[in-house]
C-alpha cells in the first residue's frame, strides 16, 4: 500500500497541465454514483431473496434521470478514447492499450467467482442468497461488453466523425429514432437489439465532439435532451424509470430506448455547463490525488461492488442481525451501516485485486489488426452471455438467450478468456517487414 501511495503522489504530481482533469473527475464520479446507486436499491429480504427499492417505492424511480450517469461515463469514454487513437492509429496497439486494465481485472473476477461457483455447486450450497448471489453478480459486466464495443468501434467512427461531425451522430441517433418505430409501430421482432449499438455509440460519438470543441452550446443540449426525455414518457411507450425494472414489459435499459439516449444528452450537455468549475474543483491538488488514486482502482471496485454488497447481506443473515422491510424508517435507519460496510469489503476486495488493473510498462508493437477483432468480437460476446447467464447452474448447463442465440456460461467464459488472450496476443505480435525496437 505505501509504495502504490507514493506511486499515486509521483502520478498526480507529475501530470501535465494541459490534461482535461475535469474529464477524469467525470469519470470516478459516475462510477461511483452507480456503485453507489446499486448498493442502495438492493432490498434483501431475510429469506435471501433480493428486490428492488424502486419497486417497491415507485415514486423514487424519478430520481434514476439524476443517478442513471452511465452515458456520461460513456461519454468520457469516448472524448478518451479519440486522444488515445489519434496517439496510436495501429488498431491492435491501440484495442490491448485500452483494454488492458478493462480485460484483465475482468477476467481474474471472472476465474475467481468461477471456481468459487463450482465448489459452491459440487457442496451443494447454491440455495438461499448464494444462488441469488451466483446470478446477480455478473449483471455488471454488461457494461464491460459495451465498452469493449465502443472501442472496437472507435477507429471507424472516428472517422466518420472527422468527416461529418455532428451528422455522424445525427445518423447514431437516427438509426435509434428507427429501431424504435419498427419495434413498437410494427412489432419487428429482435429489432429493438440493434439500439444496444446505436444509443450507446450515439452517446460515445458525444465525446468525439467535446475532444475537438464541437459541444458549444451544452445548455440547448440538456434542456432538449431533458424535454425530449419527458415528452417521450409522457406520450410514449416508455417507463419513467432510467434503469431496468422487475416484470417491466419494456424497460428503458435493456434494450435502450430513444428515451434513453434523450435523457444521455441531457446529461451530457448538464455535465459540460458545469465543466468551469469542476475544472477548477479538479484542479485542486488534493482533489487531484483522490481523482487519481480512485482511477487507478475504478475498474476493480465496480466489478466486485456487488461482491461486497451480497457479502454483508450473507453476514447479516448469518448473525441473525435482523433486516427490516424495505423503504420502512428502519430499513433507512440501517442503509448507512449497510453502505459503510459495503464500502469497507469493497476497500479490502480491492487491496487483494487492484494489481491486476494495473497497465503494461512497455508499448506494444503495432500488431495483428484481425487477430485483434476477431478477439474483441469474442471476448465482447463472453461478456455479455456471462452478465445474463450469471454463474448459477455451471453444471447443470444453464442458458440464456443473448438476443436470439442461446448461450451457457461455460461458452460464455470460454469465449470470454480466449477473445482476451486473442487481444493480448494481437497487441504483442509483429506485422510483416516490422522492426523491433
Known sequence: MGNSAVGTRELAAATPATRDRYVDLLRVASLGVVVLGHWLMAAV????????????VPELQVVTWVLQVMPVFFFVGGFSHALAYRSRPAYAAFLRARLQRLLRPTMVFVGVWGSA???IQLFGADGGLTGVALRL??????????????????????????RWGWGAFAALAGGAVAVDVLRFAFDVPFVEFLNFAFVWLAVHQLGFLRADGMIRLPGVLAVGGLLGAGLLVALGPYPLSM???PGEKVSNM?????????????????????????????????VWHKVVAANGIAMTAFLWHLTAMLGVYGTFLALDV???????G?????????IAAAAALTGLLVAAFRRFERPAAHRPPAGSAPLAALGVTLALFGVLGLSMTGFGGLLEGHAATLVAVRVTAPAAIAMALVGWLLVERAGRARIPGQRSR
Open 45 to 56: 429480504s431475510t429469506d435471501g431473496s433480493v428486490g428492488n427499492l424502486l419497486a417497491v
Open 330 to 338: 428502519a430499513w433507512w435507519a440501517q442503509v448507512p451501516l449497510r
Open 137 to 162: 453478480v455478473t449483471q455488471p459486466l454488461w457494461f464491460i461488453g459495451i465498452y469493449l464495443a465502443m472501442v472496437a468501434f472507435t477507429p471507424p467512427l472516428l472517422k466518420l466523425h472527422e
Open 322 to 328: 435482523a433486516l427490516p422491510a424495505p423503504a420502512t
Open 243 to 245: 434503469v431496468g425494472m
Open 117 to 119: 461457483a463450482l465448489v
Open 254 to 286: 435493456a434494450p435502450p430506448t430513444l428515451a434513453l439516449l434523450a435523457h444521455g444528452l441531457w446529461l451530457v450537455g448538464a455535465v459540460e455547463l458545469l465543466k468551469g468549475p469542476g475544472a477548477r474543483f479538479a484542479a485542486r491538488a488534493g
